[in-house]
Structures are given as structure tokens and as C-alpha cells.
């Protein structure tokens, strides 16, 4: 396709600007080179990507965010909290990875506090409802309910 | 208590994650000066720019369905074939501990062994000018060794050429550990109304601290040709910002002569997102004495 140097730059110029809106950063390797390593097939289940860059921003989409909260990301295997949540009417609720021990759950339970906290500030986040999930592997998960009150 | 649970259920259930869903993708457009044989024109290129889905549902221990939907979309024009999107890997699997077994469109594991050392891949340079085998074939069965074999990762693939009538099959036998990769891989019968064509590959990286070294060797026969060549690559990670990269190939497979030389450099502004800069030369005896200069951008999603 030809095109003048100029509108060629412009062109360059203006996906430039569309892709910094999708830049964040993390530790797993972008979903793309992951999936065309020679043992992709053995990788899939090995980062979760739910929450990284347009992931992250089409799933904030369902809880009134409307930019991807940047955060590392990390190995399922390392179970650190990478909660994923959804609006409630009253409030809310967030979950964390499938742990495997129970120091992980603990440290989960954690950061899912944190964000809640987080979320709530500058007022306060109740805990109103907690609950416990076991996955086929025997690994455990934690959903938190919560509500913020000033 | 039947409401306490009630609600323990509710909750449960509210915060069920969806089904395993990864939408993944990357943009990579450039601006180049082309010089193809005295013919000098600035193009825009869209760099095998392509969009995917991919995911796993468990359906018991230690059983899962993978699969991945991908499609490749061109930035420069839209058009991609005469298509807005084009299918690349598509595939479903089922993956247990013995290994994982697959059907549908994909890369032949000739093709995927030398991903590593390929460092303009889909772009000018791509190491597809000098050798054969780079083939992503329709109608493959293909299994891959569990992840328990550790380090190393077998490939077998069976297609079944349903054009020409004549099944081909695509093997490797990869070792990666500790910056050291190294690959072996035969196919045979893999291209379109080809008979007795048969490919051997070599391939080997090693990875010491910010500088990666690659080679590769091939092999390529069929019944009216056939030819052999070689390929080297070098990569430089100067800072966490700035990498320097480049790769000569050589061979007489394609046509009698051909060289490829790229050289380039890319900034990383972060995991995902880089632009570079690049000079690729095609060249050969026969048909080919091309240039290219061209800077450009990728984000990965």
C-alpha cells in the first residue's frame, strides 16, 4: 500500500497514541509470545491473564471501571492475590485465585482486604458475608462480601 | 441457616469466574522504504497483526479441553487475502497427564522449533525467506508430551491432506533449560501437491546473561529439488530498554544463492509495547536483490 511519508507517520503517530491506553505492565509474558512458544500447549494454564490489559479492561467494563487497574501479574501456581470481582447492588464482591496451602489463602485473603479497603476509601469496608469454594483440584477459593460505608 | 446458606450459595455463584477466556492478540505495523529490485516505494506494512482467543475448561482431574481461535487482520489496508480476517491457529484439544492431543489448523512442530531464534520473525527478515518448512497445515492431529517431561517437549503431527490426498506428518524433539535450547525436527509430505518432500531441521540458542546466540541448519528434498542452508542470529539486551539485534541466513533451497541479512533495534517502553527500527537485504542469483528500511511499532495484548 503506498501512501506519502507524511500520512504514513500520522498513521503511526495516531496507533501510537491507541495502543499507550492498553500498555501495562507485569511479570508473565504477554499472552501472544506465550501462545507461540514450542510448548505453548504445556503454558496455557500457567499464567492467568483474565485480569492483564484488555482482559482486564473488558472485565472492569462489568464493574463501572473504565481503565484496567495496573498490577502485576503472576503464575496460578503462585496463588498471590489477584482477586476478580462483580458489582452487587449493595456491594460487592471479590474472590481470590485458587490456593493451593492455607498461608496462600491467607496472604489472598489479604490483598483482597486491601483492595476492598481500597476501594472503599475514604470510608471503611465491611466484611458482610464470607464463603469458601473447593475446585476439582482440591484447591481452595475465598469470596468475600463486602460494603463500604463512610 | 437455610437463608444464611441460601446466601452462601448466591454469593458463591455471583463471584463464579467466567469460562476460561483469554483474548490475546498484537498490532505490529511499520513504515518502510522498499528498494525490490530498483522498484523504490514507501509502503506501510502490517506485520502478521492478528487477534485470538484461547482458554481451558477443566471437565475432571487433571483433565482439560484447551483451545485457541485466532484470526489475522492487516492494519495497513484491511485487506488480508481479500478478507478482513484470515484463520491462523485454530485448534481443540483435550490435555492430560499423559500428553496433550489436538485437531484443527496449526503450525507444523518443524515450524514451531525454530520460533526462538528467529528475531524478524513476520517481518522482511522472517526466516521463511531462506527456508522451507514454514508451514501451518490444515487438518492436523497432533499430540504434545505432557509438561511433566520437564525440559524437554516432543511434537507429532499427522495431516490429512485432504487435496491432494497424499498425508504428510511433522515431528521435533525440543530440549529448554537454563538458556540452552536446542531442537531437532523432520516432516514429510507437510506441502500442497508436493510429492516426496521431506525437511530436516536443526535448531540451538544459548542464553548468557543479555546476549542470546541462535543457529539453525536445514535440510530440504522433494522429488525435482532439493538444497540445504544455514542461519544465524544474535541478540543484544543492552538495557532493560534497548535491544540490538541480527541475523544472516544463507541458502539454495528456495532458489540457488539466497541471502538474508536483517539488523535492527527495538525500545521497549514496557512488556508489552515497542518500537524498532530495522534493515533487512533479500538477495539472491537468481530473481532477488531487495532492500528494506522501515521503522514501526508493536503492542501485545
Known sequence: MRLSKFRGLGLIAVYGLFVSAFAIGGECEPAVDMIDSNDAVNRIADCDYRDEGLNGWLANLGSGKDEPKPKSSVTKQENAAIPTSRSTAEGFVLRTQPAADALSLLQQRFGVIQQAAERCAPGVAEVSRQAYQMDERGNTTLLLEFYCHS | ?301
Open chain 2, 1 to 301: 441457616m437455610r437463608q444464611w446458606f441460601g446466601g452462601l450459595v448466591a454469593l458463591s455463584v455471583l463471584a463464579q469466574p467466567a469460562v476460561a477466556v483469554t483474548l490475546y492478540g498484537k498490532a505490529n505495523v511499520s513504515l518502510q522504504q522498499a528498494d525490490e529490485a530498483g522498484d523504490r516505494e514507501i509502503e506501510l506494512q502490517s506485520n502478521s497483526s492478528r487477534i485470538g482467543l484461547m482458554g481451558d475448561n477443566a471437565i475432571a482431574e487433571d483433565v482439560l479441553v484447551i483451545y485457541r481461535f485466532e484470526y489475522e487482520t492487516s492494519i495497513d489496508d484491511g485487506d488480508k487475502d481479500g478478507q478482513t480476517l484470515t484463520q491462523r491457529n485454530i485448534y481443540l484439544g483435550i490435555q492430560t497427564n499423559y500428553g496433550t492431543l489436538m485437531g484443527g489448523v496449526y503450525d507444523s512442530p518443524l515450524k514451531t522449533s525454530a520460533s526462538k531464534v528467529d528475531l524478524f520473525n513476520d517481518m522482511e527478515g522472517d526466516i521463511r525467506n531462506i527456508f522451507a518448512g514454514e508451514n501451518r497445515s490444515k487438518n492436523v492431529v497432533q499430540y504434545v508430551s505432557p509438561k511433566s517431561w520437564g525440559p524437554i517437549t516432543a511434537k507429532a503431527a499427522y495431516v490429512t491432506k485432504e487435496t491432494d490426498g497424499i498425508d504428510g506428518w511433522s515431528t521435533s524433539l525440543a530440549y529448554n533449560q537454563d538458556g540452552l535450547y536446542l531442537a531437532a525436527a523432520m516432516d514429510s509430505n507437510i506441502e500442497e501437491n508436493i510429492t516426496g518432500q521431506k525437511t530436516w531441521r536443526m535448531v540451538g540458542s544459548y542464553t548468557l546473561g543479555a546476549v542470546m546466540l541462535g543457529g539453525a541448519w536445514e535440510k530440504y528434498e522433494q522429488q525435482d529439488n532439493e538444497g540445504n542452508g544455514y542461519f544465524a542470529s544474535a541478540q543484544w539486551n543492552i538495557t532493560d530498554k534497548w535491544v540490538f539485534k541480527t541475523q544472516y541466513g544463507e541458502s539454495d533451497i528456495k532458489v540457488e544463492g539466497r541471502e538474508s541479512f536483517s539488523i535492527g533495534g527495538d525500545y521497549k517502553f514496557d512488556k508489552r509495547t515497542r518500537t524498532f527500527v530495522y534493515y533487512t537485504r533479500n538477495q539472491d542469483d537468481i530473481s532477488r536483490d531487495d532492500d528494506y528500511l522501515g521503522v514501526g511499532m508493536e503492542l501485545k495484548f
